[in-house]
């Protein structure tokens, strides 16, 4: 398994169980690094602490971003691992440089993370939430 997949999965669980203990911005790197515990080190620490750095703080403008992208699902109707694989796939899609991480990439990663952990419909719905924000963004590499 890639380890930035693996890494981004590991990021996934723990917004989840933040989101879900509604723990403080601190306590979220408490459980990241007790997660890491349970992976080999093929896992990318750095990365981990990277992603949770930038998706915290961003998670305003991310949220902000959810509810306008998906405007009949109230933030917190959202099940806790699309909302949070949202929160990921989102913080790449817009905040990662594009030359390390294509928008492509970004959304399939968070497609598939909702087809592991999530429901039915969760991979149509994180694609039709983060398609909608790639088109308002115009489109970027799309021909790569």
Same mark, same amino acid.
Not at 14 to 33: G, M, P, Q
């Given at each position: ?19 879900? $203990? ?7 790197? $408490?459980?990241?690094?007790? #997660?890491? !515990? ?14 949770? !750095?930038?998706?915290?703080?961003? !998670? ?6 959810? +509810?306008?992208?998906?405007? +009949? ?10 909302? #949070? ?18 928008? $492509?990439?970004?959304? #399939? +990663? ?16 994180? #694609? ?10 115009? +489109? ?5």
């Amino acid at each position: 398994m890639n380890s930035r997949h693996l890494s981004r999965q590991i990021v996934m669980q723990t917004l989840y169980e933040w989101d879900f $203990k509604k723990s403080t911005a601190k306590e979220i790197f $408490k459980i990241a690094n007790r #997660n890491v !515990k349970n992976f080999d080190e093929s896992v990318d620490s750095k990365f981990i602490q990277y992603l949770l !750095k930038g998706i915290i703080g961003k !998670k305003k403008v991310i949220d902000k971003l959810i +509810e306008k992208a998906a405007p +009949e699902w109230p933030l917190d109707q959202i099940a806790g691992v699309d909302r #949070n694989i949202l929160r990921l796939g989102i913080y790449e899609l817009l905040f990662q440089n594009p030359e390390e991480v294509p928008p $492509k990439v970004a959304i #399939n +990663e968070a497609i598939e993370l909702a087809k592991a952990y999530g429901g039915q419909a969760s991979g149509k719905f994180i #694609n039709g939430v983060m398609g909608t924000i790639y088109r308002e963004m115009g +489109e970027p590499m799309k021909e790569d």
